[in-house]
């Protein structure tokens, strides 16, 4: 079945610590997506990702990196400097053909910093 | 920057009625797409229904159909005959049609909905 499978499930991290959540997907997407929610917030877009060995930055990029080497693999790195790192993340892939389309979401991964 | 509003936290409606989900956005495009997301308790967003701006008819999913106005930048979502399983967190989402934009999808705050039997 084509679907975007996100790990883990639950990820528990010391303060000081790096930690890389991964995403891949076998859609055959172009494009990869990163997105951060919060109780009470929507989703915030961390980075995306149109085209191997590209990304972009969006709007809550701070203390997060990625890297895109392969097509169907768009990991994160919660990094040490990011100051309030515990959330619910989800990431998501659409193609890029033109027009609409869906972006669809994989189950997240849960972040809690101990 | 476009941005969008859904002024209602929470909702509950009772099962079988129909309930109507609120959300305004602002933009200065003038094509773009509008979107609700639908987050149970598992989790996992789901669309649940988009709509063109650049067309007049509002868009229709069996039960949940949408009230687009545009110049008052209004994209309500009426849910009809409600189901337990309709409970959920709502999201309104907007993404530019720009070709070579980003494809990124702007949220709003979420409303979470309550049936009750």
């Known amino acids: 079945d084509g679907g975007i499978t996100q790990s883990p499930k639950y990820l528990f991290r010391k303060e000081g610590q790096n930690v890389t959540l991964s995403c891949e997907q076998n859609l055959n997407h172009d494009a990869m997506y990163w997105y951060r929610q919060d109780p009470g917030q929507g989703l915030r877009l961390i980075y995306y990702s149109q085209i191997v060995n590209d990304f972009q930055k969006g709007d809550i990029a701070e203390g997060y990196s990625v890297s895109r080497e392969k097509k169907e693999s768009f990991p994160l790195t919660v990094t040490s400097a990011q100051k309030n790192p515990t959330a619910f993340y989800l990431c998501?892939?659409?193609?890029?053909?033109?027009?609409?389309?869906?972006?669809?979401f994989g189950p997240g991964t849960r972040l809690t910093v101990l | 920057a476009q941005t969008v509003t859904q002024s209602q936290p929470e909702m509950s409606v009772q099962e079988a009625e129909t309930v109507t989900l609120s959300c305004t956005y602002d933009?200065?495009?003038?094509?773009?797409?509008l979107f609700w997301y639908k987050q149970p308790p598992s989790r996992q967003m789901i669309l649940v229904i988009r709509?063109?701006?650049?067309?007049?008819q509002n868009a229709t999913e069996n039960r949940f159909s949408v009230n687009f106005q545009k110049a008052a930048k209004s994209f309500s979502l009426k849910i009809s005959d409600s189901q337990l399983g309709d409970a959920a967190m709502y999201f309104c989402?907007?993404?530019?049609?720009?070709?070579?934009?980003?494809?990124?999808?702007?949220f709003g705050k979420g409303m979470k909905l309550t049936v009750n039997p």
């Open positions: 933009t200065s495009e003038s094509d773009y797409y």
């Open positions: 989402a907007y993404r530019t049609s720009f070709q070579g934009g980003s494809e990124k999808l702007v």
């Open positions: 998501a892939s659409s193609k890029l053909a033109g027009g609409y389309n869906e972006q669809f």
């Open positions: 709509q063109e701006a650049y067309k007049q």
